[in-house]
C-alpha cells in the first residue's frame, strides 16, 4: 500500500515552453500532497504544500506564478512549470500524506531537462 | 546552523557490517521522526518511522531517538550491497513539513 506515481517520469524540452507533471496516490487518499525539488548530491527542498480543492502554499523563495499547482481531487496533483529556462532542470519529487497518519509517501521523481 | 544535520559521507562498509548514519536537530519541536532510502535517480523510500523517544526495530533495520540529546540514529544489521543507497533523515513537530537532513551517501562493499 501507499504507493505515489509520478508522470512523466523524465522529460526534455525547450527552454519557454511549458510541462506538466503529475503526482498520483494510487492506493489511498491523499489530504495533502507536498512538491520537492532535488539537485544532484543534494537533500529534498520544499517547494510547496498542496491540500484538495485549496490553493497551494509555497515556501519562501518559490514564484507561485512559475510553479502552477492544482491539487483537484484527493488522489492527484500536478505541478506545472511554466516558461521553463535551463535553471529549472531539476529532479521534481512530490509526496502526499494521508488524513490518518503523519508519514510522507514519496513519487520516484521526474528529471526535468530544459535545453 | 542547519536545523537538521547530517554527516554526507561517503560512507563504504564491508558486506555484513554494521552501519551507524545519525542525524542532530536543533528544533525542540521536532517529534516525528524517519528515516527514507533513495536509490539514485529514484525518489525516497520510508524505512523507519518513530514518534518521540525511544526505539523501534524493523527486521535489520533499527531506529533510536534521543529527543534529550537531539539525536537519531540508524542501524543496519548484516548489511547488503542492496543497501547501498543514499540514507534521509527526516522530521517534522507541528506543523506538517518535512525537514531533511542533508543525506548520507552509503555503499556496501561485498
Known amino acids: 500500500g501507499a504507493v505515489v506515481s509520478q508522470h512523466p517520469s523524465r522529460v526534455i524540452c525547450k527552454s519557454g515552453t511549458s510541462v506538466k507533471i503529475e503526482c498520483r496516490s494510487l492506493d489511498f487518499q491523499a489530504t495533502t500532497m507536498f512538491w520537492y525539488r532535488q539537485f544532484p548530491k543534494q537533500s529534498l527542498m520544499l517547494m510547496a504544500t498542496?491540500?484538495?480543492?485549496?490553493?497551494?502554499?509555497?515556501e519562501q523563495g518559490v514564484e507561485k506564478d512559475k510553479f502552477l499547482i492544482n491539487h483537484a481531487s484527493l488522489t492527484l496533483s500536478t505541478l506545472t512549470v511554466t516558461s521553463a529556462h535551463p535553471e529549472d532542470s531539476s529532479f521534481y519529487i512530490c509526496?502526499?500524506?494521508?488524513?490518518?497518519?503523519?508519514?510522507?509517501?514519496f513519487g520516484p521523481g521526474t528529471r526535468l531537462t530544459v535545453l | 546552523q542547519k536545523e537538521v544535520e547530517q554527516d554526507p559521507g561517503p560512507l563504504s562498509v564491508p558486506e555484513g557490517a554494521i552501519v551507524s548514519l545519525n542525524c542532530t536537530y536543533s528544533?525542540?519541536?521536532?517529534?516525528?521522526f524517519m528515516w527514507y532510502r533513495q536509490y539514485s535517480r529514484k525518489g525516497p523510500e520510508l524505512l523507519m518511522y518513530t514518534y518521540s523517544s525511544g526505539n523501534k526495530e524493523d527486521g535489520r533495520f533499527t531506529a533510536q531517538v534521543d529527543k534529550s540529546s537531539k539525536y537519531i540514529s540508524l542501524f543496519i544489521r548484516d548489511s547488503q550491497p542492496s543497501d547501498s543507497a543514499t540514507y534521509l533523515c527526516?522530521?517534522?513537530?507541528?506543523?506538517?513539513?518535512?525537514?531533511f537532513g542533508t543525506g548520507t551517501r552509503l555503499t556496501i562493499i561485498p
Open positions: 498542496s491540500n484538495e480543492g485549496s490553493k497551494a502554499t509555497y
Open positions: 509526496s502526499a500524506r494521508t488524513g490518518s497518519y503523519n508519514e510522507q509517501f
Open positions: 528544533n525542540s519541536a521536532f517529534q516525528y
Open positions: 527526516a522530521m517534522f513537530g507541528g506543523n506538517e513539513k518535512l525537514t
